[in-house]
């Protein structure tokens, strides 16, 4: 007789729960096994972006053994599962990134300016950067015989000072220097780190004439400055300033508005040489030189016609990108192009993710700092997402050839380059809301138009001008580059200046804008199903920047600009005479696009020489007293303490007196050397984010530093 048991085993539902669990996991990463290695970069990407997120040493290390622990259960699961496999090459790529980013941070380490200094010193020229339309200078310096000051300093100097220094060059200045600036307010942009990686310790500007030795400056400059000055000379104006862009990418004589503009209606990336510009030059060289060499049989008969244009494309590809500085987008547009080309010499598909997944690779591996920066992320978030969409089999099927009249092959060209630029416009926004804290409405839009005229007009028209150049044959091509600028130029500022161009918004919360990207990824990364449950971060990380309340004080972190909220919606600035750049960050962070008033103008604000005193509004009704110092005078502890009671924030530049305290927070000199940049939220519960509150264990916040007020050498002999 069959028997079976009278009692259930203990825990036997949770372990059946875990297997069903488990098998429904092994199915799905089954069904995905060619999209699996997409995760590769991301994993590593998680690791980098954790080490910049965790401000402490211990965090690190802590961070990395969570990871080994994670090897160790995903072998546990078994090599044999999918999941196992995956999950211990995620925990270990993943650690990877961390190990990675954190030994890259220590080979770059180099010491840093300590304090604001004025001294002379001779120096190596090592680069020259024109700003003509700021009438500006950049010059990277290498000090010599100046162990007191960091080993590479960026200074910036009046045309007239610096016109006819070349690279190599020694020189004698005398310059005000001062450290690396952090961010001015909290989600700024931190030059300090930037600087890190640089190797750059100190940034100034040039006083007074730089000494040079007898007959410098008479060589010829760099090819890419004389190209850059041929060009501009060529075309007048900012137009010849993006003409230059687009063949050296040097953006210094682009005019400040055009630039904004162009910002403004999603057509900055333009400017920037990367994937459009490299892979125009690459494919024009292919197609030209394809041409070229099928008209010999023998060539063609070998099979020989395809590689040798591939390493023609790829030279062309590889003059462009040297031509272009080797600046990091630049090169990995160019590490993208490689792997296109051999793509095409080994007779696979070209276009595929797997290839930005592998271009993505490259680049962490070879600089892991350029995860953090928006130019990685807005192109390989734009490549992908186009990629990912025409993947698809929807859009597969709509933009398939077929035969139809030219006209519906036009408009169905049209409606597949409209929804492209919808579909990238909305993959970049987080990271255009995080980084600028604004994003452009119209971009897709203005780059149906802009897209195919600066790829096949105003790329091939500066092309042959400077190749009939030679022969003093260009002007017509330049004309034509020149006037299709102009358009370009005249499109921006339509697009920039339309109601609604351009959505701002306050500080992203980096743990929302991680989620966002968390969901984005896994929409575009998946195929199946399962992709749908990406839409859930996507839509929570947005939700959190939605519901992101607007700051009610914003202050720099040298106390001298304080920004406060007015009962209109838009803000006021405490010193109304604050210069564009102050304007712009403080606007940035706040989240509007409209000028910024003077707090005086306003009834509700009372001033003095010395104070300005008001009641700032706050969510939820209510008000609190606000004491702002503005004037340069010393004021008596005695006279101040009963103004300071009376107040629940008080604000100084200065240090103020220990008989000065106010109701809820006193900022002056000594606490801001500790916070930086601030943001106060003036609610039921007040809070407040600081610039330096998370700053920890990271080496530019660590480095060693140098004094920089040894003045051994005397100025009339610094350039022997």
């Given at each position: 007789m069959a028997t079976r048991q009278l009692q259930t085993p203990i825990r036997e539902g949770p372990v059946r729960t875990a297997q069903r669990w488990f098998g429904a996991l092994e199915a799905r990463l089954e069904a995905e096994r060619e999209r699996i290695p997409l995760w590769l970069p991301v994993a590593l990407g998680a690791g980098i972006a954790a080490w910049f997120a965790l401000p402490m040493r211990s965090q690190w290390i802590?961070?990395?053994?969570?990871?080994?622990?994670?090897?160790?259960?995903?072998?546990?699961?078994?090599?044999?599962?999918?999941?196992?496999?995956?999950?211990?090459?995620?925990?270990?790529v993943a650690a990877l990134g961390v190990i990675l980013i954190w030994g890259r941070a220590a080979w770059v380490a180099a010491p840093v300016l300590a304090q604001p200094v004025v001294t002379a010193f001779s120096a190596e020229v090592?680069?020259?950067?024109?700003?003509?339309?700021?009438?500006?200078?950049?010059?990277?310096?290498?000090?010599?015989?100046?162990?007191?000051?960091?080993?590479?300093?960026?200074?910036?100097?009046?045309?007239?000072?610096?016109?006819?220094?070349?690279?190599?060059?020694r020189i004698g200045l005398r310059a005000r220097l001062m450290p690396p600036p952090t961010a001015r307010l909290p989600g700024g942009y931190d030059f300090a780190r930037r600087a890190w990686f640089d190797g750059i310790g100190a940034v100034g500007s040039a006083l007074g004439a730089i000494a040079r030795a007898p007959g410098a400056g008479d060589g010829d400059a760099p090819l890419r400055a004389r190209l850059s000055a041929h060009i501009q000379g060529e075309v007048p104006g900012s137009a010849g300033g993006i003409a230059a862009a687009l063949v050296t990418g040097d953006r210094g004589a682009i005019a400040d508005a055009d630039e904004e503009a162009m910002r403004r209606s999603g057509l900055a990336h333009l400017l920037s040489i990367s994937g459009l510009h490299v892979t125009a030059v690459v494919g024009f060289a292919m197609l030209f030189s394809m041409r070229l060499l099928a008209l010999s049989r023998r060539l063609a008969l070998g099979g020989l016609v395809l590689p040798l244009a591939a390493a023609v494309a790829a030279l062309a590809g590889g003059g462009?990108?040297?031509?272009?500085?080797?600046?990091?987008?630049?090169?990995?547009?160019?590490?993208?192009?490689?792997?296109?080309?051999?793509?095409?010499?080994?007779?696979?598909?070209?276009?595929?993710?797997?290839?930005?997944?592998?271009?993505?690779?490259?680049?962490?591996?070879?600089?892991?700092?350029?995860?953090?920066?928006?130019?990685?992320?807005?192109?390989?978030?734009?490549?992908?997402?186009?990629?990912?969409?025409?993947e698809s089999p929807p859009v597969r099927a709509f933009m398939a050839r077929r035969a139809e009249g030219w006209g519906r092959r036009l408009g169905r060209g049209v409606a597949g380059l409209l929804l492209t630029g919808?579909?990238?416009?909305?993959?970049?926004?987080?990271?255009?809301?995080?980084?600028?804290?604004?994003?452009?409405?119209?971009?897709?839009?203005?780059?149906?138009?802009?897209?195919?005229?600066?790829?096949?007009?105003?790329?091939?028209?500066?092309?042959?001008?400077?190749?009939?150049?030679?022969?003093?044959?260009?002007?017509?091509?330049?004309?034509?580059?020149?006037?299709?600028?102009?358009l370009l130029i005249a499109l921006a500022h339509g697009v920039a200046g339309a109601p609604g161009a351009v959505a701002t918004w306050p500080s992203f919360p980096p743990w929302g804008f991680a989620l966002a990207v968390s969901g984005g990824l896994w929409l575009l990364l998946w195929r199946t199903g399962w992709r749908r449950l990406g839409a859930v971060p996507l839509a929570?990380?947005?939700?959190?920047?939605?519901?992101?309340?607007?700051?009610?004080?914003?202050?720099?972190?040298?106390?001298?600009?304080?920004?406060?909220?007015?009962?209109?919606?838009?803000?006021?600035?405490?010193?109304?005479?604050?210069?564009?750049?102050?304007?712009?960050?403080?606007?940035?962070?706040?989240?509007?696009?409209?000028p910024l008033r003077a707090l005086g103008d306003f009834a509700h604000v009372e001033c003095n020489r010395d104070f300005c005193r008001w009641r700032q509004a706050v969510a939820g009704g209510g008000a609190r007293t606000i004491l702002a110092a503005h004037g340069g005078d010393r004021v008596e502890g005695r006279d101040m303490a009963a103004a300071c009671a009376a107040a629940d924030v008080v604000i100084s530049p200065r240090w103020l007196p220990r008989e000065c305290r106010a109701r809820w927070l006193t900022i002056d000199r000594d606490s801001l050397a500790e916070t930086g940049g601030i943001i106060l939220y003036?609610?039921?519960?007040?809070?407040?984010?600081?610039?330096?509150?998370?700053?920890?264990?990271?080496?530019?916040?660590?480095?060693?530093q140098v004094s920089g007020n040894d003045e051994a050498v005397p100025t009339d002999a610094l350039a022997r």
């Open positions: 802590g961070l990395l053994l969570a990871l080994g622990a994670g090897v160790v259960f995903g072998g546990l699961i078994g090599w044999h599962r999918r999941s196992g496999r995956a999950i211990a090459a995620a925990c270990a090592e680069r020259v950067e024109p700003l003509p339309a700021r009438g500006q200078i950049r010059l990277i310096l290498r000090p010599a015989s100046r162990p007191d000051l960091p080993p590479r300093i960026r200074v910036t100097a009046r045309t007239a000072q610096a016109a006819t220094i070349r690279p190599g060059e462009y990108t040297w031509l272009a500085g080797g600046e990091v987008p630049t090169l990995r547009s160019f590490i993208a192009a490689l792997l296109v080309l051999a793509a095409f010499l080994i007779g696979r598909e070209a276009l595929t993710l797997r290839l930005v997944a592998a271009g993505a690779l490259i680049v962490l591996l070879w600089r892991p700092e350029a995860l953090v920066g928006p130019s990685f992320q807005l192109s390989f978030a734009a490549v992908t997402a186009i990629i990912a969409l025409h919808v579909v990238v416009e909305a993959a970049l926004a987080p990271i255009a809301l995080f980084h600028f804290h604004k994003a452009g409405l119209y971009g897709a839009l203005a780059n149906v138009v802009a897209i195919p005229l600066t790829t096949f007009v105003i790329m091939p028209a500066e092309a042959l001008a400077l190749l009939f150049d030679s022969a003093g044959l260009g002007a017509p091509f330049w004309w034509v580059a020149g006037t299709a600028i102009e929570a990380g947005m939700a959190v920047l939605l519901v992101q309340p607007r700051p009610d004080l914003l202050i720099t972190g040298d106390g001298r600009h304080v920004a406060a909220r007015v009962p209109d919606g838009g803000y006021a600035l405490l010193r109304g005479r604050a210069g564009d750049y102050v304007r712009g960050a403080m606007a940035e962070t706040a989240g509007v696009d409209t003036l609610k039921d519960k007040p809070s407040i984010e600081t610039v330096l509150g998370g700053a920890g264990d990271h080496p530019w916040r660590t480095a060693e």
